[in-house]
């Protein structure tokens, strides 16, 4: 077996967005077996993946700092690795595959295409056009090692059974349409609205077939949920009932997924579930849309009233006069999206 260490730290959708590439490199190559270094709590996205083991980096005692690279390195080495797939090409990861260049091991490294990113989001003489998507530039990134990977021809797993810890929250699906709707992201620019998002799960609790869930993570995000469900019976608030690997089991069996330029919905991508993204002051252009969506699932301002968009790869910063960019996609045109997609 050829053994490929795959290295991508964070963030939790850029993690996710490996997940496709990885289970297509595996279906593709049966004598290849993968390491994927990174965070613990991204762990759960490799289970029950055949021929793929997860290592835990410790970047705040052991793997900090530049010795604890080094001895990162060390831990790594005795795994045997013969390939290795830098996946984040940041300070540390370069460092670490520079430790492993050095003694001979083949690597290779992710162009995240920083030119054509910064042609996108500047303010004038924009260019705007697609770029390659990063997962795209991740299955070149094996291509350079020898790995060729077609990610149109990828199995996507068996839905888990649902235990009943999740069935006493969900109840049994049967006919109904499940839809799950992240309604936050790490940057304000990225959120859609809570008024207008209250309209939109008012809209699609009307259907008596839709059963909502609300996702998110922390105290605050949980009281603006709880304000988003307006005591409709078939809108639920998943966050803070059920652990992260309990919520993954639960994505796998969404009809549709609802999500900002965020994690959540490349998780659902990396299911084969379809996803419907909003976009503010980012875009679909730069690369993150999840995989194997349609652009027409893409909701984005309008970019007659907003030229400037997008003016950031990750929402990072803010342009005046833009803080209402996203108010010009209409709750209806969201239900619109996810009716057709149902």
Known sequence: MKHVLIIRLSAMGDVAMTVPVIRALLQQHSDIKVTVVSRPFFKPFFDGMDRVDFFDVDLKKRHKGFFGIYRLYQDLKKLKIDYVADFHNVLRSKILRTFFKSNGTKTAFTDKGRKEKKELTRLEKKVLKPIKSMINRHADTLAQLGFKVDLSKINFPEKSVLPDEILTITNEKSDDNWIGIAPFAQYQTKVYPLDLMKETIKLLAENPKNKLFLF????????????????????????????????????????????????????????????????GQTHPYAGFVPFNQPLENSLIPDLDKYPFLPTSVYGNKIIEGYGDAMRSIQPQQIVNKINELL
Do not use: R
Request: no cysteine.
């Open 216 to 279: 998110g993570g922390g105290e605050e995000e949980i009281l603006k949920l709880n304000t988003l469900q307006q005591n409709f019976s078939n809108v639920t608030v998943i966050a803070g009932k059920l652990k992260f690997t309990q919520e993954l089991s639960l994505i796998q069996h969404l009809n549709v997924m609802l999500s900002m330029d965020s994690g959540n919905g490349h998780i659902a991508a990396m299911y084969g579930v379809s996803v419907v993204t909003l976009w």
